[in-house]
């Protein structure tokens, strides 16, 4: 029988979070995930000369979604932004010493937050717009936020996510997702759930099409 | 420890174990042959079997003991499938949208078999809406399964009543009562239920875990769902588990010793817990009814908005509280409840969903300690989501 259990590090982070709560004068603020799905983190940057001076979170989730949150912004605190780019859900899974499997899309979220934060941080200071459309790139990044609990790897790596393609549909793109997983899958809704959650929040995706296997 | 979780499982307290022991020890003997010690242990069964009876209004020869009340269920519904299917050629069940597992699956397994399988919806309460039960019925229809106290809204199905409706109907309905969240807590009579077959689990009533009993209602056949040695039962072979058995029966007499006084003792923990909940938190959603006759008193669930119940329940845990939560971030799967969703819950309401289940060991004093870190948790992750209004946060 599998065990589901957190480490003591998660339990004290998310007791006692470090960097919970809001920054009133935040120079960026991002906020990913959704209620719908249980989990949502927002993050408040105060960052100087390219540096996060200062960083907070709040968080709607679960023990570890709080957890990863946290252990994200003590890590990020005192990066320039190009290193904390370089900050990956592992590097937060292995500082509480580790995750269970079915958690591993919390810390997933949690630097994915702390990413767009620094992504619009940038697209505000160059003035350029940033581009959230259907582009291969951008499904890419997409899917590989979403994590298929038995092999604690993202859909794509653990091929559940067979290819995709772009159906050109006006200005608005169709995606066509082939999947490769039973229906009788336990995570088989909550894969679709969660592909449909992220791909749906690129601009311009008018309609998620799922072949199956 | 405190512990609120009574209705996924219990304790077992000194008297139960001691007559587990009993039977693993001395009288560890199978009902299998003429040797004194398997008639005596047979007659020990029958007694058994004769008490657990009684406490239902059924008798002995319509109890039989299983290996947990899953098993009990799937021995009623399969049983009963494949008799009628093969017989008549009925092939409609119908269950409630909000059903425990229990009743759920075996439903989805039959459906894989060439059963159709009809859901009923249930209101926000969790009540089967009976109007759409009987419209429902028809002539392919066979079964109707309900969950008695449901498992999430802790409602009390209208058991008679739906007998009612099935009794309009010339070819004969049968009626499955999963009880496990009713047995040794409310008043079960199975004429005035009006059931065929009544499922109840031992450890969700202070027995051990891995037992369970089945009514069956006389002269109603099944078909054997399992081979096996029928040295106790054909319809549920293979060694019987005579210490869970006998540690059951225990469990009943316990439960069954000061009924009024326990039920009405639950009552009052669970109007105390209620009023504090509600004076004492804001902005908190009962998920089911409320009320004597229309609810279990051994169960409250409250959705705390803003919040998620995983975190909710597990800061209660390290804080030496157990309690249990609809979250899907608590589940396997992670997927939302399907029978708060049943109920017209939205996702976030059923993932702040926080049951609360009592027993008759439970006191107010449990309630006091519990009231001492409730409030201050819900604060706490509250000034910590994302969701929380201005006003509900921390000054």
Same mark, same amino acid.
């Given at each position: 029988?599998?065990?589901?259990?957190?480490?003591?590090?998660?339990?004290?982070?998310?007791?006692?979070?470090?960097?919970?709560?809001?920054?009133?004068?935040?120079?960026?603020?991002?906020?990913?995930?959704?209620?719908?799905?249980?989990?949502?983190?927002?993050?408040?940057?105060?960052?100087?000369?390219?540096?996060?001076?200062?960083?907070?979170?709040?968080?709607?989730?679960?023990?570890?979604?709080?957890?990863?949150?946290?252990?994200?912004?003590?890590?990020?605190?005192?990066?320039?932004?190009?290193?904390?780019?370089?900050?990956?859900?592992?590097?937060?899974?292995?500082?509480?010493?580790?995750?269970?499997?079915?958690?591993?899309?919390?810390?997933?979220?949690?630097?994915?937050?702390?990413?767009?934060?620094?992504?619009?941080?940038?697209?505000?200071?160059?003035?350029?717009?940033?581009?959230?459309?259907?582009?291969?790139?951008?499904?890419?990044?997409?899917?590989?936020?979403?994590?298929?609990?038995?092999?604690?790897?993202?859909?794509?790596?653990?091929?559940?996510?067979?290819?995709?393609?772009?159906?050109?549909?006006?200005?608005?793109?169709?995606?066509?997702?082939?999947?490769?997983?039973?229906?009788?899958?336990?995570?088989?809704?909550?894969?679709?759930?969660?592909?449909?959650?992220?791909?749906?929040?690129?601009?311009?995706?008018?309609?998620?099409?799922?072949?199956?296997? | 420890?405190?512990?609120?979780?009574?209705?996924?499982?219990?304790?077992?307290?000194?008297?139960?174990?001691?007559?587990?022991?009993?039977?693993?020890?001395?009288?560890?003997?199978?009902?299998? %042959?003429?040797?004194?010690?398997?008639?005596?242990?047979?007659?020990? &069964?029958?007694?058994?079997?004769?008490?657990?009876?009684?406490?239902?209004?059924?008798? %002995?020869?319509?109890?039989?003991?299983?290996?947990?009340?899953?098993?009990?269920?799937?021995?009623?519904?399969?049983?009963? !499938?494949?008799?009628?299917?093969?017989?008549?050629?009925?092939?409609?069940?119908?269950?409630?949208?909000?059903? /425990?597992?229990?009743?759920?699956?075996?439903?989805?397994?039959?459906?894989?078999?060439?059963?159709?399988?009809?859901?009923?919806?249930?209101?926000?309460?969790?009540?089967?809406?009976?109007?759409?039960?009987?419209? !429902?019925?028809?002539?392919?229809?066979?079964?109707?399964?309900?969950?008695?106290?449901?498992?999430?809204?802790?409602? &009390?199905?209208?058991?008679?009543?739906?007998?009612?409706?099935?009794?309009? /109907?010339?070819?004969? &309905?049968?009626?499955?009562?999963?009880?496990?969240?009713?047995?040794?807590?409310?008043?079960?009579?199975?004429?005035?239920?009006?059931?065929?077959?009544? !499922?109840?689990?031992? /450890?969700?009533? /202070?027995?051990?875990?891995?037992?369970?009993?089945?009514?069956?209602?006389?002269?109603?056949?099944?078909?054997?769902?399992?081979?096996? %040695?029928?040295?106790?039962?054909?319809?549920?072979?293979?060694?019987?588990?005579?210490?869970?058995?006998?540690?059951?029966?225990?469990?009943a007499e316990l439960a069954y010793q000061n009924f009024e006084q326990n039920y009405n003792k639950v009552k009052e923990l669970s109007q105390y817990l209620y009023d504090r909940i509600t004076k004492e938190i804001p902005a908190v959603i009962l998920n089911g009814p409320w009320g004597d006759g229309k609810r279990s008193p051994y169960h409250i669930n409250f959705t705390f908005e803003y919040i998620e119940g995983e975190a909710i329940m597990m800061f209660l845990d390290f804080s030496g509280i157990t309690v249990s939560t609809a979250s899907a971030c608590a589940s396997k799967n992670l997927q939302t409840d399907y029978a708060l969703k049943a109920m017209g819950r939205n996702h976030v309401e059923s993932h702040g969903a926080i049951r609360f289940t009592f027993s008759r060991y439970n006191t107010k004093e449990d309630i006091d300690n519990l009231m001492k870190v409730l409030p201050d948790v819900i604060q706490k992750l509250r000034d910590q989501s994302t969701l929380t209004p201005d006003d509900l946060r921390s000054k």
């Open positions: 029988m599998k065990k589901i259990q957190y480490s003591q590090k998660v339990i004290d982070y998310f007791m006692n979070p470090k960097n919970a709560g809001k920054i009133e004068d935040a120079d960026i603020v991002a906020t990913e995930g959704s209620p719908a799905c249980g989990d949502q983190v927002t993050m408040y940057l105060k960052i100087d000369n390219d540096k996060i001076k200062d960083i907070k979170f709040q968080s709607y989730g679960c023990a570890s979604n709080i957890a990863t949150a946290s252990i994200v912004t003590e890590i990020a605190k005192g990066k320039t932004l190009e290193e904390a780019k370089n900050i990956n859900w592992q590097e937060a899974a292995k500082e509480l010493d580790g995750l269970p499997a079915v958690k591993i899309h919390c810390s997933v979220l949690a630097v994915s937050t702390l990413l767009k934060a620094i992504e619009q941080y940038e697209a505000k200071i160059s003035g350029k717009e940033l581009t959230n459309t259907v582009t291969e790139e951008n499904i890419i990044k997409k899917l590989k936020r979403v994590i298929y609990p038995p092999t604690e790897k993202d859909v794509l790596e653990s091929n559940i996510v067979r290819e995709f393609k772009i159906i050109a549909y006006g200005k608005d793109k169709k995606i066509e997702i082939f999947l490769n997983i039973d229906k009788e899958d336990e995570f088989y809704e909550t894969i679709k759930e969660d592909i449909e959650e992220n791909l749906g929040e690129l601009d311009n995706c008018e309609e998620i099409i799922f072949i199956e296997k | 420890m405190l512990y609120f979780d009574n209705c996924r499982t219990s304790f077992v307290p000194e008297e139960v174990y001691k007559e587990v022991i009993k039977y693993m020890e001395k009288e560890f003997y199978i009902p299998a %042959s003429f040797v004194s010690q398997g008639t005596s242990i047979a007659e020990d &069964i029958e007694k058994a079997a004769e008490y657990i009876g009684k406490t239902i209004n059924a008798k %002995s020869t319509e109890t039989l003991f299983t290996h947990s009340g899953t098993e009990a269920n799937n021995i009623a519904v399969q049983g009963i !499938s494949k008799f009628i299917k093969n017989k008549e050629g009925r092939n409609n069940i119908i269950i409630g949208a909000a059903e /425990h597992p229990a009743i759920m699956s075996v439903a989805k397994l039959l459906e894989k078999q060439g059963f159709t399988i009809t859901l009923i919806s249930v209101d926000k309460e969790g009540f089967l809406n009976l109007e759409e039960l009987e419209k !429902s019925i028809n002539e392919k229809t066979f079964l109707v399964s309900t969950t008695l106290v449901n498992h999430m809204a802790g409602c &009390i199905q209208p058991a008679s009543e739906i007998k009612k409706i099935l009794e309009k /109907h010339e070819k004969k &309905i049968y009626f499955n009562l999963d009880a496990a969240e009713a047995y040794g807590k409310l008043k079960l009579d199975v004429n005035e239920l009006g059931c065929d077959f009544l !499922s109840a689990s031992g /450890h969700k009533f /202070h027995g051990p875990k891995g037992v369970g009993f089945l009514y069956i209602k006389s002269g109603i056949k099944l078909e054997k769902i399992y081979g096996g %040695s029928d040295y106790y039962s054909d319809l549920c072979p293979g060694g019987p588990n005579i210490p869970g058995i006998m540690g059951m029966k225990k469990a």
